[in-house]
């Protein structure tokens, strides 16, 4: 297997310095139609909410180009580890630019992500769901602000579970078979590069949340702060780490 993935880059690489040194388009295109599977692996975990999958996919083309324009041979990071990223990004932009039905304010969504998150939170340090205004004096936010961002994200979530089910028919037939060797790194690599985002502390306690599936008391102890300060350690490290992705400004990847 291991040899199956030097190969593969190998010859990713090959055709990138193709392209990049003598402008040979035909190895771009070949390039692109061999990552076409990744493109389709990332685009998979957006259908079904109310996007046509031809839609996802094509943006993830985008972001796919625009890795192949700016990767650098000599940065020492496999392609793959920089094209995710970059895909991911432009699925996303194309999702949040495209998906919200009404004209709700770009604040209103990225308030109601945060009320999700720390709902979700709350719920698993006191198991219960918490009140508006619990979430309103965590957020430090009025209550009606809470009110409305969760308004706003229901209404959005409900018109996309009543997209058609043949939107999100699959393109294997016209793009190519699904290639496990790609979809394997997908969630690791997109991981990896948002974690760049974030200082020494809050990576350190990412890793101790999601990686070493420490409870938030526990990390606490560890650290010496309180447990409401790893909560909003977490919080605000999720947040950088979806704005990293979501916007694709890519510093290399740490060693």
Same mark, same amino acid.
């Given at each position: 297997m291991l040899q199956e993935v030097s190969r593969r880059e190998q010859i990713d690489m090959d055709l990138l310095r193709r392209y990049q040194e003598h402008g040979d388009t035909f190895a771009r295109e070949e390039l692109a139609g061999r990552c076409m599977p990744l493109v389709k692996s990332i685009a998979r975990r957006y259908r079904g909410r109310g996007e046509d999958m031809d839609d996802l996919i094509q943006a993830g083309l985008v972001g796919l180009t625009k890795a192949i324009e700016r990767y650098d041979r000599d940065s020492g990071h496999r392609f793959v580890s920089y094209a995710v990223p970059n895909i991911t990004g432009e699925i996303r932009r194309h999702f949040r630019d495209h998906t919200w039905a009404v004209h709700v304010p770009r604040s209103v969504q990225e308030l109601d992500q945060k009320?999700?998150?720390?709902?979700?939170?709350?719920?698993?340090?006191? =198991?219960? /769901?918490?009140?508006?205004?619990?979430? +309103?004096?965590?957020?430090? &936010?009025?209550?009606? *602000? %809470?009110?409305?961002?969760?308004?706003?994200?229901?209404?959005?979530?409900?018109?996309?579970?009543?997209?058609?089910?043949?939107?999100?028919?699959?393109?294997?037939?016209?793009?190519?078979?699904?290639?496990?060797?790609?979809?394997?790194?997908?969630?690791?690599?997109?991981?990896?590069?948002?974690?760049?985002?974030?200082?020494?502390?809050?990576?350190?306690?990412?890793?101790?949340?999601? =990686?070493? /599936?420490?409870?938030?008391?526990?990390? +606490?102890?560890?650290?010496? &702060?309180?447990?409401? *300060? %790893?909560?909003?350690?977490?919080?605000?490290?999720?947040?950088?780490?979806?704005?990293h992705v979501t916007e694709g400004d890519l510093p290399p990847l740490a060693a």
């Open positions: 009320v999700q998150l720390t709902r979700r939170t709350m719920t698993i340090e006191t =198991g219960r /769901e918490p009140a508006d205004e619990d979430v +309103a004096l965590e957020l430090e &936010v009025p209550v009606a *602000q %809470v009110r409305e961002a969760r308004t706003a994200g229901r209404s959005y979530r409900a018109l996309s579970l009543d997209a058609p089910a043949g939107e999100a028919r699959d393109l294997a037939d016209t793009h190519g078979a699904f290639d496990p060797g790609y979809a394997r790194v997908e969630a690791a690599e997109t991981v990896k590069d948002a974690m760049t985002a974030l200082n020494d502390r809050d990576r350190n306690v990412v890793r101790m949340r999601f =990686g070493g /599936e420490m409870l938030q008391r526990e990390i +606490a102890e560890q650290i010496g &702060v309180s447990q409401m *300060q %790893v909560s909003r350690i977490l919080s605000g490290a999720v947040d950088r780490m979806n704005d």
